[in-house]
């Protein structure tokens, strides 16, 4: 037995740090075409390794894990550990900063451009969406819907409406009220996580992802959702949005959020996968609505037509709920927009 670190020393991760003879071994003796073991020169801690051809730090699980969900590779991110080890903190600071972080030997991108510093806004939502992503394992689902109820009653009402509240009857009332009435029969995704348990809020207070101009994301917050009618909805998501995009938004507008919907439709995107805003542990994203063409069933037998139809697409956190549960909310929203009579949904 040979102790070749003593104890107080630091050394590279991986360095030999001593010699266990195996019973039935004779003493000194070295296995054949085997190098007598040398021992290594202690490092300071922080040094990094500077022989060009040593092996390079071993990877933690959680490293190794975060490089993969960011499509990252080990030379991408410059290590800040001993010997140049990657460490979770060089991981989340390099996605932040756009790759500011990486390797001295990486190259960088030729031509001419110009720099965008991040604001205020853009920093949060960096920081956030970072964040989310090394918090929740993140699993997306999606469900087709037919929209055919909504659309006949915008049809009818949209010009009054327009004309009386000042802004126009959009989707997303309709949708949010869906998504109050699904989570009363499926309340635990209207939670979030402590630790090892989940506390599964009893009012929904519902948060909104409102764009600032392509200048971040906001997603303020309609408390007591689960109240109020489409009607009541749609306001309240107008006059969010409104003081967002006027910078009006107060610190209680943001706090207390359960559950997010995000809503890129208006852009015609077909599935969005969304970051969880935490410490929610469920979004879920509504993309454009489009005329297809539909089966349906009737008396006659099957026939076509053509429909309004649209993606919803949930991210969901796998620590908290399973793909049953999220598959069954869905459904159950997928459902109620289907077959609810949104004719008195205004009243």
């Known amino acids: 037995v040979e102790v070749i670190v003593q104890e107080g020393e630091t050394v590279e991760v991986g360095a ?20 007598a073991p040398t021992r290594p020169a202690a ?8 022989d060009p051809s040593a092996p390079p730090p071993p990877l933690s699980p959680v490293v190794s894990r975060l490089l993969a969900e960011h499509g990252l590779s080990p030379d991408d991110v410059a290590g800040t ?28 991108a030729s031509g ?23 918090t929740s394992p993140h699993v997306l689902q999606a469900v ?3 929209f055919h109820r909504i659309a006949d009653v915008r049809a009818v009402h949209a010009a009054d409406w327009k004309a009386r509240e000042g802004f126009a009857l959009t989707y997303l009332p309709f949708i949010a009220r869906a998504v109050c009435q699904a989570i009363g029969d499926f309340p635990n995704v209207n939670a979030s996580i ?38 009541d909805l749609a306001r309240s998501i107008a006059d969010l949005a409104s003081k967002a995009r006027n910078k009006s938004l107060s610190p209680d507008d943001f706090s207390g959020g359960t559950y997010t919907i995000s809503n890129s439709g208006v852009f015609g995107t ?30 006659d037998g099957d026939d076509i037509v053509v429909r309004p139809v649209g993606i919803l697409a949930q991210s969901f956190d796998h620590r908290a709920i399973d793909g049953a549960y999220s598959a069954a909310f869905l459904k159950r929203i997928k459902d109620i927009i289907e077959e609810t009579d949104w004719g008195s949904a205004l009243d």
Do not use: C, Y
Not at 44 to 49: A, I, L, N, Q, V
Not at 197 to 215: G, K, P, R, T, Y
Not at 275 to 292: E, F, H, V, W, Y
């Open 194 to 231: 402590d630790k090892e348990s989940l506390l599964v809020w009893q009012e929904i207070h519902l948060a909104i992802a409102v764009d600032l101009d392509f200048d971040g994301l906001v997603a303020p917050v309609i408390r007591g959702a689960q109240k109020k009618t489409v009607a």
């Open 112 to 134: 001419d451009h110009r720099v965008v510093p991040f604001n205020t806004a853009r920093k949060r939502t960096a920081d956030h969406m970072v964040r989310s992503k090394a």
């Open 270 to 299: 077909m599935i969005t996968a969304p970051i969880i805003n935490q410490p929610q542990i469920a979004i879920l994203s509504t993309d454009g609505i489009k005329k297809r063409p539909v089966v349906i069933e009737t008396d």
């Open 144 to 146: 087709e819907v037919d």
């Open 81 to 108: 550990g001993t010997g140049g080890r990657i460490k979770r903190k060089d991981v989340l600071d390099h996605v932040a900063t756009g790759g500011q972080g990486a390797r001295s030997g990486a190259a960088p």
């Open 43 to 50: 490092v300071r801690p922080g040094t990094p390794t500077t």
């Open 16 to 35: 030999q740090l001593g010699i266990l003879q195996v019973e039935g071994e004779q003493a000194g003796t070295a296995p054949a075409a085997t190098i």
